[in-house]
């Protein structure tokens, strides 16, 4: 048997061929079919079901539902309707209320009775009224009913409980070089 040329075993340099074949690795087709596969390997090998992502590319789906035919919290609302909301949503109401009775004493109680007393505070059912003198606390301690009765018709029903009458603001004779200990005070009212 004659050849063109050296066998390979002859040729120095060159590799000795083996007679088993290396296991050759698959190719990558294009058609998805395995890149599917291994999303749900993965989805499947990680908690939620849900396939791993980088944090950095991750971003959380805000899901916003849709305005529609209704109107909803995000539409433009009158300004009635939020001042409503706000201060129902903070407990303003019966504050609101009281100062408005504050503000509109005079018609709550009369030109004449409004002259001589003026709301001071309202805490727990208790609205305490100044007067300007010992005669106009007497007359709104028995006027004190009447009041009451008006004021829980504009508050709701025992929001006032109790009318406190305070008398005028007096001067005090309590120090001096004139004061005495054990004396009764001044007994003139003032008014």
Same mark, same amino acid.
């Given at each position: 048997?004659?050849?063109? *040329?050296?066998?390979?075993?002859?040729?120095?340099?060159?590799?000795?061929?083996?007679?088993?074949?290396?296991?050759?690795?698959?190719?990558? &087709?294009?058609?998805?079919?395995?890149?599917?596969?291994?999303?749900?390997?993965?989805?499947?090998?990680?908690?939620?079901?849900?396939?791993?992502?980088?944090?950095s590319t991750f971003r959380r789906r805000t899901f916003t539902k849709s305005s529609g035919a209704r109107p909803d919290d995000r539409d433009p609302q009158l300004l009635e309707q939020a001042m409503g909301r706000l201060?129902?949503? &903070?407990?303003?109401?019966? $504050?609101?209320?009281?100062?408005?009775?504050?503000?509109?004493?005079?018609?709550?109680? *009369? $030109?004449?009775?409004?002259?001589?007393?003026?709301?001071?505070?309202?805490?727990?059912?208790?609205?305490?009224?100044?007067?300007?003198?010992?005669?106009?606390?007497?007359?709104?301690?028995?006027?004190?009913?009447?009041?009451?009765?008006?004021?829980?018709?504009?508050?709701?029903?025992?929001?006032?409980?109790?009318?406190?009458?305070?008398?005028? &603001?007096?001067?005090?004779?309590?120090?001096?070089?004139?004061?005495?200990? $054990?004396?009764?005070?001044?007994?003139?009212?003032?008014?």
């Open positions: 048997m004659t050849s063109d *040329g050296p066998s390979p075993e002859e040729t120095p340099g060159t590799p000795e061929i083996s007679e088993t074949p290396e296991p050759v690795a698959e190719e990558h &087709h294009a058609d998805g079919l395995d890149l599917a596969r291994a999303a749900a390997r993965a989805a499947a090998a990680t908690p939620g079901g849900r396939s791993p992502r980088k944090s201060i129902a949503n &903070h407990g303003w109401e019966l $504050d609101l209320k009281v100062q408005g009775v504050f503000g509109r004493w005079t018609d709550l109680v *009369g $030109d004449e009775v409004a002259d001589h007393c003026t709301p001071e505070s309202f805490d727990d059912g208790r609205l305490v009224v100044r007067t300007d003198s010992t005669a106009w606390a007497t007359q709104l301690k028995l006027l004190a009913p009447a009041v009451v009765r008006r004021l829980n018709t504009e508050l709701g029903h025992g929001t006032v409980t109790v009318i406190e009458v305070l008398g005028p &603001h007096l001067p005090s004779w309590t120090k001096g070089r004139l004061s005495s200990r $054990d004396g009764r005070g001044p007994r003139d009212t003032y008014g």
